[in-house]
């Protein structure tokens, strides 16, 4: 681990992006209902955004609520909404004054109204910041937003505007949510799960990946500091070899 002084003798990652996990273990573990623990992961995000941007990430991504997340009971959704909404309205103005960029990818047609102009709103807001871009993926699939990419290529042949023969990796890229931002460099999830959950599947083919076992309340600048540090230690070749290695 390196000491809190040496935090610019390393280069960070330009991307990070991180599935925030284990909320509900956290408020399990302490006798409380999963909300709490919900509440205490709003905590971490603000935590662990300030701490991105003092290391000099460039763009930080988080993992808020899949697309799988909508099958929970619509109690728990329901405060998962209001927890949103209640970020939306308290901490846009803070990540702004920190010159810190919004962006919300994801299937927000499933989002309610109101929640979608406070999205609508915040992105405008901070639109030309440049200090570091949060992501916030949110209603976000990666297995929904690959079909919906390949749906738009399909109409795009269609009506002619693009020939069958067009498309590759860019044209597929350039249709993602993600079209305008850097693939992820690491992934990091917490509570220990060793999976990426259907998680930026496209953008992640050469993201190097690290687990910790730290539930999401708890994550910390020094988990994070500790994940850019094993980042560092892996031998990135994108598919090309080096003397010695297969």
Not at 81 to 96: D, I, K, N
Not at 126 to 155: D, K, W
């Given at each position: ?7 610019q ?9 991180i ?8 408020a ?7 909300t709490?623990g ?9 935590r662990t955004?300030?701490?991105a941007?003092?290391l000099g ?12 997340n ?8 329901t405060?998962?909404?209001g927890?949103?909404?209640?970020y ?5 103005a803070e ?11 994801g299937?927000?047609?499933?989002l309610?109204e ?28 990666s ?5 919906l990419?390949?749906?738009r290529?399909?109409e ?5 505007r ?8 860019t044209?597929?890229?350039a249709?993602l ?6 693939d992820?460099?690491l ?19 050469y ?13 910390t ?5 500790a ?16 003397a010695g290695?297969?």
């Amino acid at each position: 681990m390196r000491d809190a002084d040496d935090n610019q003798s390393i280069k960070a990652p330009e991307h990070v992006a991180i599935i925030m996990d284990g909320n509900g273990r956290w408020a399990k573990a302490r006798g409380l209902p999963r909300t709490a623990g919900h509440k205490k992961g709003v905590d971490a995000v603000r935590r662990t955004v300030e701490a991105a941007r003092e290391l000099g990430i460039g763009t930080l991504t988080i993992f808020s609520f899949s697309s799988e997340n909508w099958r929970r009971p619509e109690e728990e959704v329901t405060d998962l909404m209001g927890l949103l909404r209640f970020y939306l309205r308290s901490e846009v103005a803070e990540l702004h004054k920190g010159g810190v960029r919004l962006r919300v990818i994801g299937e927000r047609a499933r989002l309610s109204e109101d929640i979608n102009r406070l999205i609508d709103n915040a992105e405008a807001l901070t639109r030309n910041n440049v200090t570091m871009t949060l992501v916030v993926a949110l209603s976000y699939g990666s297995r929904q937003e690959i079909v919906l990419a390949a749906r738009r290529l399909a109409e795009d042949v269609a009506a002619g505007r693009l020939s069958a023969g067009a498309i590759d990796e860019t044209a597929l890229t350039a249709r993602l949510f993600t079209a305008d931002i850097p693939d992820p460099d690491l992934i990091i999830r917490t509570s220990g799960e060793k999976r990426i959950s259907n998680f930026l599947l496209w953008q992640a083919a050469y993201a190097e990946l690290v687990f910790v076992d730290t539930l999401w309340p708890d994550f910390t600048k020094r988990d994070l500091e500790a994940a850019i540090d094993e980042f560092h230690r892996r031998e990135r070749r994108f598919g090309a070899t080096t003397a010695g290695s297969r």
